[in-house]
């Protein structure tokens, strides 16, 4: 089964200072791999995805994020952060193939940025 | 617009009681599940249903029920058997890939607490 290492549990950067933040995943083969974020009180909503094709993935807000292969991560990364990117953000890895228990999501812990001015 | 309404925002029980949480999505999505969010410990997968009147138990389906007899409908019910159910639940629809994962959308959620 895959599963998703967050290794920050809260990530505090300065408004303009660029971001990272990481993403390591277990998987026997190449996965799909996502990056969600979370408003408090609300709901998750997609940043992006990469099922195959360019390692380098743009979305949404201006994120992207990088697919390693040789050290199974998915960092996710920002130039300039933005006072509203303060949230909690969410790796998760899904399977490429069916899985005998199901096609689920398995999401990492979460990382919390915290954005000062 | 398209989406996933859940509701209430916001669900009070008091112990013993059942309560059902509502997940509606007009998506056209085959796939839906739900989640449950405790602080610090991410998603974790509760039931799942990848077409109309069938559907999987996840990691945490202990003291939970659902049913699935609609596309765009998938109620989840907390029974008085969940021994902690305050938490954030998350619903959330996918198209249904033929293999492998596929990309989930969510709803806004429902916290529930018990009083």
């Known amino acids: 089964a895959q599963s998703v290492t967050q290794p920050d549990i809260h990530i505090t950067v300065s408004e303009g200072a660029s971001l990272e933040l990481r993403c390591n995943y277990s998987?026997?083969?190449?996965?799909?791999l996502f990056w969600y974020v979370q408003s408090p009180g609300q709901g998750l909503q997609l940043l992006l995805k990469?099922?195959?094709?360019?390692?380098l993935v743009q979305g949404i807000k201006g994120f992207e994020a990088e697919f390693k292969r040789s050290q199974s991560s998915f960092n996710l990364r920002k130039p300039s952060v933005h006072w509203s990117d303060a949230a909690e953000y969410f790796c998760a890895v899904g399977a490429t193939v069916n899985m005998e228990y199901g096609n689920k999501l398995v999401f990492g812990a979460g990382t919390i940025l915290r954005v000062k001015s | 617009d398209g989406g996933i309404t859940q509701s209430p925002k916001y669900l009070f029980r008091k112990e013993g009681q059942n309560v059902t949480l509502s997940c509606e999505q007009n998506?056209?999505?085959?796939?839906m599940y739900w989640y449950r969010q405790d602080p610090g410990q991410g998603l974790r997968l509760i039931y799942y249903s990848q077409i109309v009147n069938d559907f999987q138990k996840g990691d945490i389906a202990e003291g939970y029920s659902v049913s699935r007899e609609k596309k765009e409908s998938f109620p989840l019910t907390v029974t008085s058997a969940q021994k902690n159910p305050t938490a954030f639940y998350l619903c959330?629809?996918?198209?249904?890939?033929?293999?492998?994962?596929?990309?989930?959308?969510f709803g806004p959620g429902t916290r529930l607490t018990v009083l």
């Open positions: 959330a629809s996918s198209r249904g890939r033929r293999e492998g994962t596929d990309t989930q959308y």
């Open positions: 998506l056209n999505h085959d796939a």
């Open positions: 998987y026997g083969a190449t996965p799909y």
């Open positions: 990469y099922f195959s094709g360019d390692t």
